[in-house]
């Protein structure tokens, strides 16, 4: 049974940083792909960062929003995969969930993340 873990939510002053992980219960190579998504109150849910979680090179994509400040990565012996965010803005402030994609789809059970102005 595949089960993700999310952590590393917090309140945070903005332009500040956090890291947020994403750890698996199985190898993270079975899937195509994993991305972080963000929810914001009264808002629909976004993707904000993907990257490629089978083969040896980890292609990722961004928001437009969060180019140049969110950072996405792998870790295939640990099994997780990370968000790097820098220079957060209060825009920022959501629940943060991390979802794997193979043959289905698996979220995990969200992080929130605050920004204070």
């Known amino acids: 049974q595949v089960q993700l873990v999310e952590s590393g939510g917090g309140l945070v002053q903005a332009g500040g940083s956090l890291r947020l992980s994403c750890a698996a219960s199985?190898?993270?190579?079975?899937?195509?792909?994993m991305g972080w998504y963000r929810q914001a109150p009264g808002k629909l849910r976004e993707l904000v960062a993907g990257i490629r979680t089978g083969g040896t090179v980890g292609i990722t994509n961004y928001a437009d929003s969060v180019k140049g400040r969110f950072t996405i990565s792998r870790d295939i012996a640990k099994k997780t995969v990370y968000l790097q965010m820098n220079s957060l803005k209060p825009e920022d402030t959501a629940v943060y969930y991390c979802?794997?994609?193979?043959?289905?789809?698996?979220w995990g059970q969200g992080t929130q993340v605050t920004v204070s102005s």
């Open positions: 199985v190898n993270i190579f079975r899937f195509n792909h």
């Open positions: 979802q794997a994609r193979d043959y289905e789809e698996y």
